[in-house]
């Protein structure tokens, strides 16, 4: 496994000369930088400022894309006027979506930052348009919410689907040689492709019915909690 990076909570950690993370300490976002512009990956739960603190990293047009909608990762949205998202996230119960313009992001889409091109890759299951972006060049593969180790991957209440995860992550599993290492919104960080591979074990045992769970509360919901050890799943109580 790769190594993981030390985090530094509430300001920018350097990942390489174009290419930071930002960590609130339960969700974090990503700038990343080309030769013509940048672009801001998400921008936080309890940040407000997000294009400010990017604009400390660089004096390039920032744009931004949301990997999903969820509420966690659009606490900076209304600070811009247009946003990149796949067209699935607007159809989201919760998430504010407080940028003017949405530009569609469908699977295969390549946003070109100048000398970098990040393609979206659709992982449906967490969220209906969870989107992950594949740097090309670097095959860093910047991955949202749905895959994770030793964290917690919600798909309790409206609208998300295990049997769409599962499809997802077995569809990029065929893709695995393009990627080099995996950096989630959540838990540890970087992780490496061999994640993906146990994910989909893990989700299809609990699938088969063959975990254990538990039961616990989030938001005042009853659910079902399933430690497939890579990481656990929290779903409905059905």
């Not at 985090?7 to 609130?24: F, N, S, V």
């Not at 512009?37 to 931004?64: K, Q, V, Y």
């Not at 909608?69 to 979506?97: R, Y």
């Not at 569809?171 to 146990?198: K, N, Y």
């Amino acid at each position: 496994m790769g190594d993981r990076m030390e985090l530094k909570i509430g300001q920018w950690t350097t990942i390489d000369e174009r290419a930071w993370c930002y960590d609130e300490g339960g969700v974090r976002f990503f700038l990343l930088a080309g030769s013509e512009r940048a672009l801001l990956l998400d921008s936080g739960m309890r940040t407000r400022n997000a294009r400010n603190l990017a604009e400390e990293l660089t004096d390039l047009p920032i744009a931004l894309f949301n990997t999903h909608c969820d509420i966690d990762h659009v606490g900076s949205n209304a600070q811009f006027d247009e946003v990149w998202v796949s067209p699935m996230e607007l159809v989201h119960p919760t998430a504010p979506h407080e940028a003017r313009v949405a530009h569609p992001v469908w699977d295969g889409d390549v946003i070109d930052l100048g000398d970098r091109e990040l393609e979206a890759i659709a992982l449906p299951g967490h969220t209906p348009g969870s989107t992950a972006l594949l740097d090309r060049r670097s095959g860093m593969l910047f991955a949202g919410d749905p895959i994770q180790r030793d964290g917690r991957i919600f798909m309790f209440g409206p609208m998300r689907s295990m049997a769409a995860y599962i499809h997802s992550l077995r569809r990029l599993s065929q893709r695995v040689g393009e990627i080099t290492s995996i950096w989630p919104c959540h838990a540890t960080c970087p992780v490496d492709v061999e994640t993906i591979g146990e994910l989909i074990a893990g989700a299809e045992a609990v699938e088969r019915g063959e975990v254990t769970c538990s039961m616990t509360e989030m938001h005042g919901t009853p659910i079902r909690e399933y430690d497939v050890g890579t990481s656990t799943f929290l779903c409905d109580d059905e």
